[in-house]
């Protein structure tokens, strides 16, 4: 099939890698326009457009998908289908009946759950066992198109957010391709998600990645790994920020009380709503990242310091 792929992040880069090696005829890849990036602000290309030009692929970067004269160059590039790895737009319906085959998303959980912008955060922050990655059609409601394949991945105890996302890119891209196959040759064909088991997986905003350290040591551990890399989780310490690694809870550590640091030789421990957690990396406000202990004998903290 003739293909236009989709997408912007990093995350996106191995299916459009996957669909460039595929027998599927690459034509042009769709991203978001260059946008201000670093502490100079500069205007950056999006990872996707950087490797569709290494790929040697046309690159259209439309401001909206519902452009007029982006329409009109996707109808010239005349796909049979449009797959998709977080683009980062809605896709209008004028766009979507292009291609013949239509849109077709690779979204990184096991729909319904978890329909929305941050499906893996949301999987690891409710402590899911079990995720996956879903292909479907896309059509004008949140993530409900029907559904062409699965693919499931283990949620591992210690996963981050970043790190599990990895995973999925990877494995999801082999899924988009075998989607991509089966449509060409016939064999798949597009099942309704079912009506029950829809949640939903906004986005996490800074705010949301503040620690309340009243709630139990496995909750705060989920809510971290959930935030990191993005948005970061964080607390402060004397009212400025203090952005935090994943922590280990500790079973059988010393009786502190919600946020109250007790500060060893080599090691950090917070108080929760249960029991203590160890924390692992801290970046304090102005300072680099680094291991709990050394950001305590840098502010020369001691036993009965409190994070809020």
């Known amino acids: 099939m003739r293909v236009v792929f989709a997408g912007t992040p990093d995350v996106a880069v191995p299916a459009l890698d996957a669909i460039a090696a595929s027998p599927h ?4 890849v ?6 201000p990036s670093g502490r100079g602000r500069r205007l950056t290309e999006s990872p996707v457009a950087v490797r569709a ?20 160059a996707l109808r010239d590039l005349a796909p049979d289908c ?6 980062g737009a809605l896709i209008p319906q004028s766009a979507l009946d292009i291609p013949t085959h239509g849109w077709v998303n690779l979204h990184f959980s096991l729909l319904p759950a978890w329909r929305g912008a941050a ?5 690891i922050w409710a402590g899911d066992e079990i995720t996956g990655a879903t292909t479907f059609r896309i059509v004008q409601a949140l993530d409900a198109g029907p559904t062409f394949g699965v693919m499931t ?16 890119a990877e494995g999801g891209a082999g899924l988009l391709v075998a989607t991509l196959d089966g449509i060409a040759d016939g064999s798949l064909e597009a099942r309704e998600q079912p009506a029950e088991g829809v949640s939903l997986a906004p986005k996490i ?5 503040r620690i309340d350290w009243s709630q139990t040591a496995v909750a705060i551990d989920r809510r971290i790994r959930a935030c990191t890399p993005g948005p970061g989780a964080w607390s402060t310490y004397e009212g400025e920020r203090v952005k935090l690694g994943p922590v280990t809870p500790i079973g059988n550590g010393p009786d502190l009380a919600p946020g109250v640091l007790g500060v060893g030789k080599n090691e950090v421990l917070v108080g929760t709503g249960s029991v203590p957690v160890r924390l692992g990396e801290v970046k304090a406000f102005g300072k680099k990242q680094m291991p709990a202990a050394d950001w305590a004998r840098g502010a020369r903290l001691a036993d009965g310091a409190t994070l809020v």
């Open 153 to 168: 991945e283990a949620v591992r105890p210690t996963d981050t957010a970043g790190d599990l996302l990895g995973r999925l």
């Open 30 to 35: 769709v991203t978001r326009p260059d946008a």
């Open 53 to 72: 030009a290494e790929l040697g692929v046309p690159v259209l970067k439309p401001d909206h998908p519902r452009d007029p004269g982006f329409q009109s």
């Open 25 to 28: 005829e690459l034509v042009g």
């Open 205 to 209: 905003t800074v705010d949301d990645a």
């Open 82 to 87: 449009c797959p998709v790895v977080a683009y």
């Open 119 to 123: 499906p893996v955060q949301h999987s």
